[in-house]
């Protein structure tokens, strides 16, 4: 979620989708710039906490769940 990082790649052209574990994570990622989120590792934190991002993030937000996600838990 390291700002500089999302805004050089926003720079020339690429699409960042930064990792994060928090909300306040992936509103910094959000502020600058970002479009998508992977929330990592998804198998340690669940759908519970998804569902709770979710409602805080805005709707425009592409959150993918990685990190320990298959077939028997998507």
């Known amino acids: 979620t390291d700002p ?8 020339i052209g690429l699409e960042p989708a930064p990792g994060f574990a928090t909300a306040t994570e992936a509103f910094a990622a959000l502020g600058a710039g970002a479009r998508h989120l992977k929330l990592f590792p998804a198998a340690t934190y669940g759908p519970g906490h998804l569902r709770q991002l979710a409602a805080v993030l805005p709707a425009e937000a592409r959150v993918w769940a990685v990190g320990g996600v298959g077939a028997q838990n998507l």
Do not use: K
């Open 4 to 11: 500089t990082v999302i805004a050089r790649l926003r720079a």
